[in-house]
Structure formats: C-alpha cells, structure tokens
C-alpha cells in the first residue's frame, strides 16, 4: 500500500494555474491575461502573457482603452496567446494544449490553428457575444481545434512569496 499524498493539484488546475500567474505580469490597468502551452504528456512548452511587444516601453505606449485609435492599447498589445506562441522556441506546436484564462480572440484563434495547437482550455468567456469571439468559435470547430471550459474545483492556494 502506498503512502502517496492524496490532495494534490491536478493537471488542469496546475497548468491553468501558471496560465493565471502568468497574467500576473501583465502592465494592463483592465485586463490580465495569462496562457499556457502545454505537450500532451503534460511538460509546459510556452507562457505569455497580454503586453507590449519587446522594445516597446510600458512607460511610453497607451494603456488607455478609448480614444484616439493611436493613442490606446489596441494598436499596440500582444495577446497572452500569440506571445505565448512567439515565445515558443522548442520547434512544432502541433498537438498542444492552450491553457489561457480568456477565450481567445479571432486574431489569436488564427495563430492557434497555424500553430497546429489542438485544445483550449479556458476560464473566462466574458467577451463569447461579441462578434470577434463568435467568429474565433467558428475558426476553431471548422479546424478541428477543441475547446472547453475550466472547472474550477474551488481549491484555494495561498502562496507567500
């Protein structure tokens, strides 16, 4: 009989735990976004998370949501997913699991399909009537590209760092 510890995290909580951590970094006032790429035997290949691209100073480009086109973030940020991507050095995509802690956009639901990435699992869907989303949910079924919906196990982590 075994011994082994019986309240450990799983998969899925882990890895959308470092997808939310991950959204930690991000400099946004409004919105936090944090993704996770993952093997299917469960190694992490990738993180990102929303910000400017590198180079381009926190300090110096709009964080503002209205305005001016030019001068508010939409222009600017990368989403977690495609900085995820990008960030990935390790060769082919394919097969993997998106881990991201908002449904992906229409313009990153384009990058996960080329990607070859093959499930998503995400926890927020705040944004699922609005046209980019739906259209992002189209993409991905027409691509054969799963997705679904974190369940969350109400498990608390405290962490003291």
């Not at 082919?92 to 992906?104: A, M, W």
């Amino acid at each position: 009989m075994s011994d082994k510890r019986e309240d450990y995290i799983s998969w899925d909580e882990y890895f959308m735990g470092v997808a939310m951590l991950s959204g930690m970094r991000s400099k946004d006032p409004n919105t936090q976004v944090g993704a996770c790429i993952v093997s299917p035997d469960h190694k992490i290949l990738s993180m990102g998370y929303n910000g400017f691209p590198t180079g381009c100073s926190d300090d110096e480009f709009p964080w503002c949501r209205e305005g001016d086109p030019f001068n508010n973030k939409y222009f600017y940020t990368t989403h977690s997913e495609l900085n995820a991507i990008l960030n990935y050095r390790g060769g082919s995509l394919e097969g993997s699991i998106l881990y991201v802690s908002l449904f992906p956009c229409n313009e990153c639901a384009k990058a996960i399909i080329q990607a070859g990435i093959r499930t998503i699992i995400y926890d927020n869907d705040k944004y699922g009537n609005t046209p980019a989303v739906m259209a992002s949910k189209r993409m991905l079924r027409a691509a054969g590209v799963e997705f679904r919906k974190y369940e969350h196990s109400n498990r608390e982590i405290t962490m003291t760092l």
